[in-house]
């Protein structure tokens, strides 16, 4: 869907935890393990967590980010 459109890329890890996340430029929508973020987390501070860098650089509503995480946890 939108490996045809430049993005950019990151690697997070930490004990045994790994996340890849892939910025678009799109609408804001944002997907782990394939599942929407209001799926994936239950709490809103875990959203609020991930959602944080986004606001803090005005990037809110303006890229879309699919990111797989394994290990660590839903919290993790």
């Known amino acids: 869907m939108y490996e045809s459109k430049a993005y950019f890329y990151g690697t997070g890890r930490r004990k045994h935890s790994v996340a890849r996340v892939r910025m678009y430029p ?4 944002i997907t782990i393990n394939g599942r929407d973020i209001d799926e994936y987390f239950g709490l809103e501070t875990l959203k609020m967590v991930v959602r944080q860098p986004l606001e803090a650089t005005g990037n809110t509503g303006k890229m879309d980010i699919v990111a797989t995480v394994t290990g660590g946890g839903v919290s993790g």
């Open 26 to 29: 799109g609408t804001g929508k």
